[in-house]
């Protein structure tokens, strides 16, 4: 599974941005998807997740909310629709899959990360 992650930029506080994510996969749809962030001096952490059939997901306390993930399984792409921005949201956002059932646990693909800046 290759991964190919897109949408990073600049954005100002309060604004929107969406990311997407390629996934290079024979079966798109049995694959669950997850996306991490990692900021200037922290340890990367955990965004959102969406299961192989797209019907469930979750997230993490900070987002919840004001992300939102999605599966386009004809176009082999997970989104993250990113609202209300904040300054804290900045960051290297990077997509991940597996092919277990669990957002938690390890994720067996990584793609490259993409730069999200929030600042006015």
């Known amino acids: 599974v290759q991964l190919q992650a897109s949408g990073g930029g600049v954005v100002e506080p309060g604004g929107s941005l969406r990311l997407s994510c390629v996934a290079s996969?024979?079966?798109?749809?049995?694959?669950?998807l997850g996306w991490f962030r990692q900021a200037p001096g922290k340890e990367r952490e955990f965004v959102a997740f969406?299961?192989?059939?797209?019907?469930?997901?979750y997230y993490s306390d900070s987002v919840k909310g004001r992300f939102t993930i999605s599966k386009e399984h004809n176009k082999n792409t997970v989104h993250l629709q990113m609202n209300s921005l904040k300054a804290e949201d900045t960051a290297v956002y990077y997509c991940?899959?597996?092919?277990?059932?669990?957002?938690?646990?390890?994720?067996?693909?990584w793609g490259q990360g993409t730069l999200v800046t929030v600042s006015s």
């Open positions: 991940a899959a597996k092919y277990g059932s669990a957002w938690h646990g390890s994720y067996d693909f």
């Open positions: 969406v299961s192989w059939s797209g019907s469930n997901t």
């Open positions: 996969v024979r079966s798109f749809s049995s694959i669950a």
